[in-house]
């Protein structure tokens, strides 16, 4: 009998050229945090989303939030609003900075940042004479955020907003790419993203001076001297020009890459809306998920984690949703808004495995656990 394979959450997924650019980068000796292909890659990312914006290429998402922080003057005792139901990485920068998160909880139609409780939180920090620095929206497993309503409320107010696209590369809003939707966005390619650099990431911004300021700070902000002479605390977050290859490459199939995450949603939808235990999240109006990760809803934590545990023994990797940062142990001292809705789908949530190179046998045998446990 044929031994199963493991199947992965998220696992990358190579389209083949990608070992061109590495060989290139090779060949003509650019092993280093610039180069061609770094600038291919920056074009590929910008005519992608749409043009009109500029991209920096960098060693990480968490190094782009952190340069986005660095850009928009947030320093010591400044408050952030930062979406509470995400990952760490999206929070973490505010640490850095010596700033102070203040954690927003989401709304139930796209998990995503509440505008609500948004504005409650702004209004409460003004009135404490705390005005927030800036927002951190995240748009989480590719669903968007509510841009205009976050972006309103923004304006209104005047605080920047910084778009955590990290995990929605291909999501659209309105017909508009994730990632350039707010004052600046930012973009990773880390090795279980939808498409990666096995590590890597990536700051959008509006103009050319703040592209050049970034690229300055990634690259230990030196002065134009001859001798190596240092007016600002710089950074070491550029992207390798041998990585940028293989992101060179994967923008070539980043169209596939959404294709197949959608698909698998589908699938996954199609043969399990049957069963009133277990939902999903539906796009609204307008809205365009890549499907990163299919996320189910299940009726309870008992429920969630039979799942989780009977598709384990067939070695099938499946993951609860985000543990909201208001939860989390190092965050949970810091001041929250909440409303309920990420704690219940922390509760209750359950990551799918949604890698673009699942296979049809994979589909079917995650599918055939899955309905077995629900037939129950
Ligand atoms: C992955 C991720 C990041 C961080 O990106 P890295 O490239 O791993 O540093 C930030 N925010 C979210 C929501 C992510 O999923």
Not at 308 to 335: A, G, S
Request: charged share 25%; glycine share 6%; with cysteine.
């Amino acid at each position: 009998m044929l031994t199963k394979t493991k199947i992965y959450l998220s696992s990358p997924h190579m389209g083949g050229t990608e070992q061109n650019f590495v060989k290139e980068a090779f060949a003509t000796n650019w092993i280093a945090p610039l180069g061609p292909n770094v600038d291919g890659f920056e074009n590929d990312l910008k005519t992608y989303l749409g043009g009109d914006k500029y991209v920096a290429a960098l060693s990480s998402g968490t190094a782009a939030i952190h340069l986005a922080l660095q850009l928009l003057d947030v320093s010591h005792g400044d408050e952030v609003l930062c979406q509470s139901f995400t990952f760490s990485a999206s929070a973490n920068p505010i640490m850095y900075q010596g700033a102070t998160p203040v954690f927003i909880d989401s709304e139930r139609e796209t998990w995503n940042m509440s505008p609500e409780l948004l504005e409650t939180a702004i209004k409460d920090r003004i009135e404490k004479y705390k005005k927030p620095k800036a927002i951190i929206a995240v748009h989480l497993y590719g669903m968007p955020y509510k841009v205009n309503e976050i972006n309103a409320i923004a304006k209104k107010y005047d605080i920047p907003v910084i778009e955590d696209s990290a995990e929605a590369l291909g999501s659209k809003y309105f017909s508009l790419e994730c990632g350039g939707l707010s004052d600046m966005g930012i973009l990773s390619f880390n090795g279980n993203k939808i498409i990666t650099t096995s590590g890597g990431g990536a700051l959008i911004v509006k103009t050319k001076e703040l592209k050049d300021k970034a690229v300055f700070l990634s690259t230990q902000a030196r002065d134009n001297a001859p001798h190596y002479e240092h007016s600002f605390v710089g950074f070491n977050y550029r992207m390798s020009n041998v990585l940028a290859g293989i992101g060179r490459g994967q923008m070539e199939v980043i169209d596939d890459r959404v294709e197949a995450r959608r698909k698998n949603f589908d699938f996954y939808k199609k043969h399990l809306s049957q069963f009133k235990e277990v939902t999903f999240l539906e796009e609204p109006e307008n809205f365009f998920s890549n499907r990163w990760i299919t996320c189910i809803e299940t009726e309870s934590f008992e429920l969630r984690e039979k799942l989780r545990l009977e598709l384990l023994k067939d070695d099938i990797e499946t993951r609860p949703l985000w543990k909201p940062m208001h939860m989390q142990p190092v965050f949970k001292d810091y001041l929250h808004f909440t409303n309920g809705t990420s704690e219940k789908l922390f509760e209750k949530g359950l990551c799918l495995p949604s890698g673009s190179n699942l296979s049809q046998d994979d589909l079917q045998r995650i599918l055939n656990n899955i309905t077995n446990i629900l037939k129950l």
